[in-house]
């Protein structure tokens, strides 16, 4: 799937949990999570890590939505 969207790197979320992490959020099943607060990701370990080490408060993710569109998600931590 990232080949077909020309991505070098990226996380695809296979699996949402009901009432988890991602649920809250709003992130589908399907979603390629690409960069998290700038940083790119290729890897679950990589998304924990920057969640982990993010400093603001505040959390930003890039990613593609199942449907091939560009989407943000901003959260505060603790969400």
Do not use: C, W, Y
């Not at 593609?64 to 989407?71: E, K, T, W, Y």
Request: aromatic share 6%; charged share 15%.
């Amino acid at each position: 799937m990232k080949q077909q969207l020309n991505l070098r790197a990226g996380v695809l979320v296979t699996e949402v949990r009901q009432d988890g992490f991602f649920d809250h959020l709003g992130i589908p099943s399907g979603t390629i999570i690409a960069f998290v607060n700038g940083k790119a990701v290729a890897s679950p370990k990589d998304v924990e890590a920057a969640l982990l080490s993010a400093q603001s408060g505040m959390v930003q993710m890039l990613a593609i939505a199942p449907d091939g569109s560009r989407v943000v998600f901003n959260f505060p931590l603790g969400t």
